[in-house]
């Protein structure tokens, strides 16, 4: 029991952790795509740009400051603390283990009676899908390593620095990749939440994740289009914006939020988004 309250308190975090990245880095970038479509919109923030600039700014630091977090040995919560609680406590992720836990529930005498089949489909990792979890790990890493963690140093340790260097620094960053690091990033989590709660597996990533702030933002209102973290955070920007605009919503945004507000999920005032 210690064990699995220690792995749920450690996802919870790396959870909450990675969607903080999520909202810094596609606002930001969300600010960006929309100013320089909408001249009226980038006219509009014109009228207070030290404001939007800080904004911007506090942002971008943001992102790499929280991606230290994330990926720091030294951090008290981190990804590799997540997957070695995974690694050391398999037994979580038995059968056994997954009945334990669907009689600890309280509507267990309205489930009881499917139990035994959905056991079935209940998916049990092996040695080898947690040896690719890792390398998934560890090819983050070091893309971390090697192209967000000098970033992340110039902040969090912001001394004077000349403008060459600093542009040395994010000359290396190719922002689809830092999207879709960071739409990994929380693959990663729903991957292991999947296969404590529901026995989802194999251990594997979606390649379906929208990552691109662009895509996203001329596929904004379609019906079927994906109510993804990142989706929500730049649909939100985008109704900030437009209110600056027009002092009014527009026709799908009115709609999206009547949708949204039977979802609770997609409140960014519950802490379970």
């Known amino acids: 029991m210690q064990s699995e309250k220690e792995f ?24 960006h795509e929309i100013a320089h479509k909408d001249k009226k919109i980038l006219k509009t923030l014109n009228y207070s740009p030290t ?66 089949s959905y056991l079935k489909t209940v998916y049990v990792p092996t040695d080898a899908d947690f040896r690719k979890f890792k390398k998934t790990i560890k090819k983050l890493k070091n893309t971390y390593e090697n192209i967000y963690r000098p970033i992340r140093d110039h902040f969090g340790h912001k001394i004077y620095v000349k403008n060459e260097e600093v542009k040395v620094l994010f000359d290396k960053v190719q922002i689809k990749e830092l999207e879709k690091f960071c739409v990994t990033l929380e693959n990663l989590h729903e991957v292991l939440w999947q296969l404590f709660h529901n026995g989802r597996g194999p251990m594997a990533l979606s390649s379906h994740k929208k990552h691109s702030t662009q895509n996203i933002l001329k596929n904004l209102y379609k019906q079927d289009y994906p109510g993804t973290s990142n989706t929500q955070i730049i649909r939100e920007v985008r109704c900030v914006l437009n209110l600056l605009k027009t002092g009014q919503r527009t026709t799908e945004e009115e709609r999206h939020e009547e949708l949204n507000s039977m979802d609770s999920r997609h409140s960014f005032l519950n802490s379970a988004l």
């Open 8 to 31: 749920l308190e450690e996802l919870n975090v790396y959870k909450n952790e990675v969607l903080l990245a999520l909202k810094y880095l596609y606002t930001e970038l969300a600010i």
């Open 51 to 116: 404001f939007w600039n800080t904004t911007l700014s506090a942002l971008q630091q943001s992102t790499f400051l929280t991606l230290g977090r994330i990926f720091d040995i030294g951090s008290k919560h981190s990804i590799h603390k997540l997957y070695k609680l995974s690694e050391q406590n398999k037994y979580l992720f038995t059968k056994k283990s997954f009945r334990e836990r669907w009689e600890r529930n309280e509507d267990r005498t309205k489930i009881n009676t499917w139990l035994e």
